[in-house]
């Protein structure tokens, strides 16, 4: 049986990676491949870059919602929040694999004392507004790209409202 499940495995791993792209389907350059033809499909392959960062007073989000059109629950926040429990707490002064979000709504982005933030994070020039954590909520890699957070985001935009609401009772 364990043999079956470690070829189901494997079997599993090559589609995963032939379907990512792992699979090279162009042929090898040979010796009558010139430069160019070597370096097109290389610019081409660069050219959909990560798009930049919205600017730090940019509140758009991806889904069209604003947070102005939501109405937060804290005990829906609070329930949520469990998803960021891991590397956030919401204990003044105590900091995890994140940094303490008491307060958070008003400060300034990679401000606390004695917390290892990303450059990325520090220099962003953002402040903390319920509007901008909205928009980092959805996606945090978009909103601060370099970022050491490492989660994906909150995809329902009242889930993000909940969130924040929470957080604006731990001061």
């Not at 985001?153 to 889930?159: P, S, V």
Request: aromatic content about 6%.
């Amino acid at each position: 049986m364990k043999g079956i499940i470690v070829k189901a495995g494997c079997v599993a791993s090559f589609a995963l990676l032939t379907a990512c792209g792992g699979g090279n389907s162009e042929p090898a350059p040979t010796a009558e491949t010139t430069a160019a033809e070597t370096a097109a499909p290389a610019a081409a392959a660069a050219a959909p870059a990560a798009a930049a960062a919205p600017a730090a007073d940019n509140t758009d989000t991806l889904d069209g919602t604003k947070f102005a059109d939501m109405t937060g629950n804290a005990a829906n926040g609070e329930k949520v929040f469990v998803q960021c429990k891991s590397c956030h707490v919401t204990d003044p002064g105590v900091n995890r694999i994140g940094p303490s979000l008491a307060g958070v709504v008003g400060r300034a982005a990679g401000s606390i004392a004695g917390f290892a933030y990303s450059d990325a994070n520090k220099n962003s020039g953002i402040t903390w507004s319920k509007e901008k954590l909205y928009q980092y909520l959805e996606k945090p890699a978009r909103v601060v790209p370099g970022t050491k957070m490492a989660f994906a985001g909150l995809a329902k935009g009242q889930d993000r409202a909940d969130v924040i609401a929470y957080l604006e009772t731990k001061k």
